[in-house]
């Protein structure tokens, strides 16, 4: 599904990503952890395409094609979707409205007409009812308004409509009390289906209490120190970063 | 570089052109409309020159025009009353300055009309307005005085029953000069929503509108204003708002095209307790230029106003907001605030603004703020990391901009035309 290859980024000149490898195939989930600055936030934004990151060395293959060349655009039409760690508030957009777009570009991608609106409204309220949303995330505009917890549902509702084959959710679990770091986990194993590989970039344990992960990465100072199983993201809960970084 | 042109010779042109109005008293309006075209083309929609035109002297020439505003013209004062069902109901066509059309009024809305207005229209607002002094002070009223051709006033009497909205459709369909004038007197009590459509048919004409308006005790006059123009005409609004006690005032404005708008405005809060809206959003494209030049004026305690300018701006375009508060002594309690946000879309279009509070008073709270910007890079990435491809996502970033004045207007009908109008 996703292959990475000695990728290098730099983002205002100083290099963040230093020689990542990665491969991940169809189904898998990987957890990836790391201290503050390793350079997680960036992986996620270099595989989407943030302009502001400008790969130095390297390949991220996806379904066999080299993307780095492609527009973010493009590469969520390909089926790869972002979950921000902060998402961006845009007023006068309708929630719905945008979904509804976001829907029929991929449509229109993959040669099929657009949903007809009676579809869409079934859909959405289907995908309401799995992540446990209220009919609050319809009607107002893109993500204003809403608190830490519900825009972190809103990037899980969105992925439950798109449907992406990877999605690689950026620090999803942050800014979430417990209660909410509940709903929103519950909530990704619910849209995520066998088919789908996940990323989730992490710095705790415990969204990896309710999806559990086939693989747990260590990222510190742009490479991966250390892989292994979910036993991993244990001992680094009760060691810390220290044992593997010094 | 701005190429700074001489007032005097600017101030010559016109006056040439008036003397040139003058002297054939409108038995041939077409040419002479044609040759204050030609004068103004020339001498002032030079695209070097939108600083000269941005503090171009108006009332300079004006207060000049005053010695030409002696002569003798017929002044009528007609009641109208003619149908057309051609036209919306409860709406007034008005074509190239002229009345053209007006269509079943309600029963609580006068209008009257002047035509071939000299000086005597003066003392036609003057009659209505009673504010004698400050007319004479106002050098739009000359400039009316000498050269316009159409003088409406809408009276509009408070009603148990909503007042439906009036349509006021503003037509420029020929080249030249037009000068509508437009006064609403709403009486004590009395409310109403005014949708203006002001476009044009051709290219090179020059629309100088005035809105005059007073708002009785009570009263309430909401004004939605579109101006979509695809030719390279020139529009001066000059409009002129009273506001009195507990009254409110709320103006919404949309501008898109033309070639050169500007839009003088000034608000007085005479008396407690009233309110004043003024949202306005511009779209401005290729070298147009857009100004507005806006003072507030709260003479009265217990008054709010707001104001709220969006500016969008493409290509080698131009657009300055100067606006002014004054706070005179005495208006304790007042609440005021203005922003203004441009939003580039080009390296080569240029804002300027200029805000200007005046504060005689002590108790107030008054704010102000400026934001220049481009379509921030993190909401395209976001909308475009959904699938969204770039334009579409442009598109839905520009509307955002633009909601909350859009979102301001009263006519649901208008929203949708902007939003519409705003596809890039």
Redesign the interface.
Same mark, same amino acid.
Request: charged residues 25%; aromatic residues 14%.
């Given at each position: 599904m996703l292959v990475i290859k000695d990728l290098h980024a730099n983002v205002d000149g100083v290099e963040v990503l230093k020689g990542i490898n990665l491969n991940i195939k169809k189904g898998e989930v990987h957890a990836i952890m790391g201290p503050n600055g390793s350079g997680k936030s960036t992986l996620s934004k270099v595989v989407?395409?943030?302009?502001?990151y400008e790969v130095t060395q390297g390949s991220v293959v996806y379904k066999d094609e080299d993307i780095l060349s492609f527009? &973010?655009?493009d590469?969520?039409?390909k089926g790869i979707?972002?979950g921000?760690q902060y &998402?961006?508030e /845009? &007023?006068?957009?309708n929630n719905e409205e945008?979904l509804k777009?976001?829907l029929n +570009? !991929?449509r229109l *991608?993959q040669g099929k007409d657009e949903i007809s609106p009676e579809d869409f409204n079934k859909l959405l309220e289907e995908k309401l009812d799995l992540i446990k949303a209220g009919g609050k995330f319809k009607n107002r *505009?893109l993500n204003v308004g809403l608190s830490g917890g519900e825009k972190k549902k809103n990037e899980i509702l969105?992925l439950a409509i798109?449907e992406p084959d990877l999605a690689i959710l950026d620090e999803t679990d942050s800014g979430l009390d417990i209660d909410a770091l509940k709903v929103v986990a519950n909530g990704i194993k619910e849209v995520i289906s066998k088919d789908q590989s996940l990323i989730l970039i992490t710095h705790y344990q415990r969204l990896l209490d309710y999806i559990q992960p086939d693989y747990v990465h260590v990222l510190s100072d742009g490479k991966i120190i250390k892989s292994g199983d979910k036993t991993l993201a244990m001992k680094l809960e009760e060691q810390g970063y220290d044992w593997l970084v010094n | 570089m701005v190429e700074m042109v001489n007032e005097n010779e600017l101030v010559d042109l016109f006056l040439n052109e008036h003397k040139a109005l003058s002297d054939s008293i409108l038995n041939d309006y077409k040419s002479i409309t044609e040759f204050a075209w030609e004068q103004f083309s020339k001498s002032s929609l030079d695209l070097n020159r939108a600083e000269s035109w941005r503090y171009f002297p108006f009332s300079k020439l004006l207060n000049s025009l005053k010695d030409y505003a002696n002569y003798e013209a017929p002044t009528k004062i007609v009641e109208v009353g003619e149908e057309d069902s051609e036209v919306a109901n409860n709406s007034i066509k008005i074509v190239s300055g002229c009345l053209d059309k007006i269509n079943q009024l309600n029963d609580n809305i006068e209008v009257t009309q002047t035509r071939y207005a000299d000086k005597n229209l003066v003392n036609f607002f003057d009659h209505f307005f009673k504010h004698e002094q400050e007319s004479a002070k106002n050098p739009l009223v000359f400039l009316n005085g000498s050269l316009s051709t159409s003088a409406i006033l809408i009276n509009v009497k408070p009603s148990e029953e909503k007042i439906p909205t009036l349509k006021i459709n503003l037509l420029s369909n020929e080249p030249g000069v037009s000068w509508p004038m437009i006064g609403f007197n709403i009486l004590e009590k009395a409310s109403l929503n005014v949708e203006i459509h002001v476009n044009s048919e051709d290219d090179k004409s020059l629309l100088i509108g005035n809105f005059f308006a007073k708002i009785k005790t009570q009263g309430e006059l909401n004004i939605d204003i579109i101006q979509c123009d695809n030719h390279s005409n020139g529009i001066i609004f000059q409009n002129r708002f009273v506001v009195e006690n507990a009254a409110h005032l709320k103006l919404n404005g949309f501008c898109r095209g033309g070639q050169f708008n500007r839009f003088d405005t000034e608000i007085l809060m005479t008396n407690e307790n009233s309110n004043v809206d003024v949202n306005f959003l511009s779209l401005t494209k290729g070298n147009s230029q857009q100004h507005h030049f806006i003072n507030m004026s709260h003479d009265a305690p217990n008054c709010n106003s707001s104001q709220l300018f969006r500016n969008l701006l493409f290509d080698k375009s131009n657009v300055s907001v100067d606006g002014t508060v004054l706070v005179q002594k005495g208006a304790s309690q007042t609440f005021s605030e203005q922003l203004i946000n441009n939003l580039f879309f080009s390296e080569e279009a240029k804002a300027s603004t200029k805000p200007n509070l005046q504060i005689l008073n002590d108790d107030v709270k008054c704010n102000h703020g400026v934001t220049f910007g481009q379509l %921030?890079? %993190? #909401?395209l990435? *976001?909308? !475009?990391?959904?699938?969204? &491809?770039?334009e579409?996502?442009i598109d839905?970033?520009t !509307? #955002?901009? +633009? #909601? %909350?004045v /859009? %979102?301001k207007f009263h006519s649901e009908e208008m929203k949708t035309e902007i939003k519409k109008l705003l596809e890039l």
């Open positions: 989407s395409g943030h302009p502001d527009d &973010p655009s590469r969520a039409l979707f972002m921000f &998402p961006v /845009i &007023p006068g957009v945008f777009m976001a +570009a !991929k *991608y *505009y969105q798109l | %921030e890079e %993190e #909401s990435f *976001y909308l !475009k990391s959904r699938g969204l &491809p770039e579409l996502a839905l970033l !509307k #955002s901009f +633009a #909601s %909350e /859009i %979102e």
